[in-house]
């Protein structure tokens, strides 16, 4: 398996711009993770899905996040407008049950808003 | 809700040295317990889990962690360390029922020392 693939693997954007950050998780796994890696706030959980349907957006942060899942191998995360402070490490990570089998996470997404 | 901290943002270690990396959680229900590592430039990797059962639980590359319920910690050990063990490693938490996303810690940067 090639594990949880990510990409773009490297973004740079202007301020305005839309941002699309994309995430096939390994076949088979039922959840999904979308979490934010910043030296600030450490990983934030932004939303979860279990079986394409998102159980817990409570971490986006504000209306300009929006994260789906359209199938059971791919999800988007998307942030419209971008602002500087969105300027972060994106990470998905994939598991087959959730926590007691723990995560595989993608490389992440270097999102860099000037 | 849980949450977890580490009580160590830096842990400097000369190589063949032990070294324990400290985490202690906060939950109003049972857990599930790992610890994960991230080398530079990518993402997080399971190093262990504890589930239930025996509470020394043994992961990849020689590390170990105890569990300890009258203290809620969960710490990492190696008895001897090498330069590759350089990273950041994440404790984390998830509910053992219910939600199952994972609550991480502020991490802890290893560096090891020739």
């Known amino acids: 398996d090639a594990g949880v693939i990510q990409s773009p693997r490297h973004e740079v954007t202007e301020m305005g711009q839309e941002v699309t950050l994309r995430c096939k998780p390994i076949?088979?796994?039922?959840?999904l993770f979308w979490y934010r890696q910043t030296m600030m706030r450490g990983l934030e959980l932004l939303i979860y899905?279990?079986?394409?349907?998102?159980?817990?957006d409570s971490g986006m942060p504000e209306d300009r996040f929006s994260a789906k899942m359209p199938n059971a191998s791919f999800s988007t995360l998307k942030i419209q407008p971008s602002e500087p402070r969105d300027s972060a490490v994106y990470f998905c990570a994939s598991s087959l049950g959730g926590g007691p089998n723990g995560y595989t996470f993608g490389s992440g997404t270097r999102l860099t808003v000037v | 809700a849980q949450s977890v901290t580490q009580l160590d943002s830096q842990v400097p270690v000369f190589e063949e040295a032990p070294v324990e990396l400290r985490c202690n959680y906060s939950?109003?229900?049972?857990?599930?317990l790992f610890w994960y590592v991230q080398y530079p430039n990518q993402g997080l990797q399971l190093l262990l889990k504890y589930l239930s059962g025996s509470t020394l639980v043994k992961g990849i590359n020689g590390f170990e962690a105890e569990f300890n319920k009258s203290q809620t910690s969960f710490h990492l050990r190696k008895p001897s360390v090498h330069i590759s063990d350089t990273a950041e490693y994440f404790c984390?938490?998830?509910?053992?029922?219910?939600?199952?996303?994972?609550?991480f810690g502020s991490g802890t940067r290893l560096q090891v020392q020739p």
């Open positions: 939950s109003s229900v049972s857990v599930y």
């Open positions: 899905f279990n079986n394409n349907v998102p159980i817990d």
């Open positions: 076949s088979g796994h039922d959840y």
């Open positions: 984390a938490v998830s509910a053992n029922t219910g939600r199952r996303a994972l609550t």
